[in-house]
């Protein structure tokens, strides 16, 4: 809870954590991926991003975790304007938003509690001031006896875990997650949810970008639907 | 796969350790050491050699004596002999003997024994003092002064040439050394995209988790400096051997005479693998942020 009224309370011109102001986004010379996208997102938000398959949930997500730029209207992270960030603020604005990323993007050669340790790395804790956390959020997504194990030997949904747990550890901001349910049975995927409400309790803004109804139904949270680019539903919480 | 305990668990380097142990790389880049050094090896001996040279022409010079109509040869070496020993900064001034000169003068003239009445002209060999030398004009002037018909051969035009030929050692020996060096910054940056092709995922997950640029193309110029400072050491190694073998062959007659390599010249190779290793750190940050840069 902390973080978000630290974050809110330093921009307080702009409380949302996530804003789109008229957003088009589009690969190279490709038509427009995402259409004239308006929302928010409010500090210890939860919202779904719902869509067919190639609506562009993934775009969206890249935008904010600035892996894409748009190519019209205004996005705010955390009430600056991206793209008036200067190159080496970006780190440390990546640094504030975890990511689940629809193919996990683990590093092979390294085992789950280095995958997991990365973010902190990066950000130059020493390893004394974390080891003991990481040990403990493994356990936490149920990968105890794991640790060790390096992702070519785990299961998928072993692997969604450990990208849960890279994804959380350095308590981001927001927290993206693509497909997070993607590789796991039903069983599982309502665990994954549970942590993720678990982590929006202690405050964390959570953004989820899913094909799971199910999912979607028993967490009972706002959705933003995703039509061939267009944003056609806005959930309660995320008025625009 | 024991308990895992987080107190033992030491940070795994970020990028692959597999990707470290590139042979064929560490072959090159200590080959181009080797070439390096040798040719350092080489500049320091020719100077060595030149030096030497100049050394023997500074301490000595030599006059010619052209005897006039109502002197004898003889006569006018020693008046000149006599002349020049006054000169502030000459040791010694000694006339040669007729024989000398004609030693001296036989391989153009043959036998000039039966050329009994030329008149050949009588060399006065003078030992300068090798800290205040005597000038040529000097010892013109003094020869001068006793009238004497004389041509002073300081051997400057010979030292002239000799600094000549050793400049241009040096300056060939510096662009080689510059060649060579270029040529292996080149072949890390070669490595370092390569490397960074090849680490593709791991530089985007880097980047995307808040690395800033220069802390990724840090780990790459770690990386290849390293390689460079190891494949220094083989390089640099094997050049001080072969420097060693080139001074015990050398001997006294050997190549010596030519190439005088002394045993302190090996030392001037330990600075090559921190050389290397600067020359690759340089090379793989500034070709490691480009393309990270490109790649973002
Ligand atoms: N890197 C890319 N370059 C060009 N086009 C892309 C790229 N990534 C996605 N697209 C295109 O953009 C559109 C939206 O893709 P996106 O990945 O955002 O969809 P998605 O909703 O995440 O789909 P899925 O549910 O299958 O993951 C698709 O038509 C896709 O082909
Ligand atoms: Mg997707």
């Not at chain 2, 002037?141 to 051969?153: E, F, S, W």
Request: with cysteine; net charge negative.
């Amino acid at each position: 809870m902390s973080r978000n009224t630290h974050a809110a309370g330093a921009f307080d011109a702009d409380p949302a954590v996530v804003r789109f102001d008229d957003v088009s986004m589009r690969y190279g010379r490709a038509p427009e991926t995402l259409k004239d996208l308006t929302f928010s997102l409010a500090p210890g938000s939860f919202h779904f991003v719902t869509g067919a398959s190639g609506a562009g949930k993934t775009s969206l997500l890249k935008l904010i975790f600035l892996a894409a730029r748009p190519s019209k209207g205004l996005l705010h992270l955390f009430g600056q304007d991206v793209s008036a960030i200067a190159p080496r603020e970006q780190p440390f604005l990546r640094r504030r938003i975890g990511v689940v990323y629809q193919e996990f993007k683990l590093l092979e050669h390294l085992s789950a509690f280095d995958n997991t340790a990365l973010p902190l790395r990066i950000a130059g804790r020493k390893p004394e001031s974390y080891r003991q956390d990481v040990a403990e959020l493994l356990a936490w997504v149920g990968l105890r006896s794991r640790m060790h194990a390096m992702p070519a030997t785990l299961a998928g949904g072993e692997k969604q875990r450990l990208a849960i747990a890279r994804a959380v550890v350095n308590r981001p901001d927001i927290l993206l997650a693509d497909e997070p349910t993607g590789n796991v049975d039903h069983e599982m995927g309502l665990r994954i949810l549970r942590l993720f409400v678990e982590l929006n309790r202690l405050g964390t803004t959570i953004l989820i970008a899913t094909h799971d109804q199910d999912l979607v139904a028993a967490s009972g949270m706002p959705v933003l639907h995703l039509d061939e680019g267009r944003l056609t539903q806005l959930g309660a919480g995320g008025e625009a | 796969m024991s308990e895992f305990d987080a107190e033992r668990w030491r940070p795994a380097p970020f990028l692959p350790e597999a990707d470290a142990k590139d042979g064929s790389l560490i072959f090159v880049v200590a080959t181009l050491c080797f070439l390096a050094c040798l040719t350092l090896l080489a500049v320091l001996a020719a100077d060595r050699a030149a030096r030497g040279w100049t050394g023997h022409l500074t301490n000595e010079a030599t006059i010619i004596v052209r005897p006039k109509a109502n002197e004898t040869p003889d006569g006018a070496a020693a008046r000149a002999a006599e002349a020049l020993a006054g000169v502030p900064g000459v040791v010694e001034a000694r006339a040669l003997e007729k024989e000398k000169a004609e030693a001296l003068i036989a391989p153009w003239l043959g036998d000039a024994a039966d050329l009994e009445d030329l008149p050949i002209p009588r060399l006065v060999s003078v030992l300068l003092d090798p800290e205040t030398p005597a000038t040529g004009e000097a010892l013109d002037r003094a020869l001068k002064a006793q009238g004497l018909d004389a041509i002073v051969d300081d051997h400057s035009v010979w030292m002239k040439d000799i600094e000549r030929a050793a400049g241009t050692a040096r300056v060939i020996g510096g662009a080689v050394f510059a060649l060579i060096a270029i040529a292996a910054g080149a072949v890390v940056a070669f490595a370092t995209r390569a490397g960074l092709a090849a680490r593709r995922e791991v530089v985007e997950v880097l980047h995307l988790s808040g690395a800033e640029d220069g802390f990724i193309a840090g780990l790459f110029q770690i990386r290849f400096a390293r390689m460079a400072a190891t494949a220094g050491l083989f390089g640099a190694g094997a050049a001080a051997i072969m420097g060693a073998v080139l001074r015990f062959a050398g001997g006294g007659d050997g190549l010596t005479p030519v190439l005088p390599i002394a045993w302190i010249d090996l030392l001037a190779v330990a600075p090559a693998p921190l050389a290397a290793a600067a020359v690759a750190a340089v090379s793989a940050r500034l070709t490691a942020l480009a393309l990270i840069r490109d790649m973002m």
